[in-house]
T-cell receptor, first 115, second 110 residues
Framework: NAGVTQTPKFQVLKTGQSMTLQCAQD?????MYWYRQDPGMGLRLIYY???????DKGEVPNGYNVSRLNKREFSLRLESAAPSQTSVYFC??????????????FGEGSWLTVV | GIQVEQSPPDLILQEGANSTLRCNFS?????LQWFHQNPWGQLINLFY???GTKQNGRLSATTVATERYSLLYISSSQTTDSGVYFC????????????FGKGTRLHILP
């Protein structure tokens, strides 16, 4: 039982390049999330998915797209990377939205640098 | 949207001291969690506590939902408690949209 797995762990991109961050969970969770963490800013929600086939914008969605490929996988795509997207990205999942005991579990993070 | 404020932003304590971290939120919530981020960046869930009080070893948490705040207590601090503590909430009308505060950075000196 690996929990939430993100790849890649580290990536350097040039401005304008595109890339996809992959996330998979093996806990049969319904909800999945993408956050970014910048120094002094806490974690900010980019996109989330309440269930397979649905996605919603979070606090900072501009410049990103997501795909909930199936119940296990939720990917984050940067179409044209900008230096402002240099950050640590965390994927997370939870059993169900709004349910009691709806604990969120995080992946280990992906360090992205855009030069 | 809902605002989440944590205080203090930074806290430096000697090993063995007790501490209280606070989380204020601007709207009713259906979901409140506390997390610890260790110095290696790993995020660990400490409590799911939208209301009431829970305890787990040296840590305990209390949420007073009607007054829109939650407190995290750490007793007899150890150096391994160092890191950043985050409060995260899901507002009542959109409890699927989990929003984080900016965190309290705790440094425990040996």
């Amino acid at each position: 039982n690996a929990g939430v797995t993100q790849t890649p762990k580290f990536q350097v991109l040039k401005t304008g390049q595109s890339m996809t961050l992959q996330c998979a969970q093996d806990m049969n969770h319904n909800s999945m999330y993408w956050y970014r963490q910048d120094p002094g800013m806490g974690l900010r929600l980019i996109y989330y998915s309440a269930s397979e086939g649905t996605t919603d914008k979070g606090e900072v969605p501009n410049g990103y797209n997501v795909s909930r490929l199936n119940k296990r996988e939720f990917s984050l795509r940067l179409e044209s990377a900008a230096p402002s997207q240099t950050s640590v990205y965390f994927c997370a999942s939870s059993l169900q939205q709004g349910a009691k005991g709806n604990t969120i579990y995080f992946g280990e993070g992906s360090w992205l640098t855009v030069v | 949207g809902i605002q989440v404020e944590q205080s203090p932003p930074d806290l430096i304590l000697q090993e063995g001291a007790n501490s209280t971290l606070r989380c204020n939120f601007s709207d009713s919530v259906n979901n409140l969690q506390w997390f610890h981020q260790n110095p290696w960046g790993q995020l660990i869930n400490l409590f799911y506590i939208p209301s009431g009080t829970k305890q787990n070893g040296r840590l305990s948490a209390t949420t007073v939902a009607t007054e829109r705040y939650s407190l995290l207590y750490i007793s007899s601090s150890q150096t391994t408690d160092s890191g950043v503590y985050f409060c995260a909430v899901g507002p009542m009308n959109r409890d699927d949209k989990i929003i984080f505060g900016k965190g309290t950075r705790l440094h425990i000196l040996p």
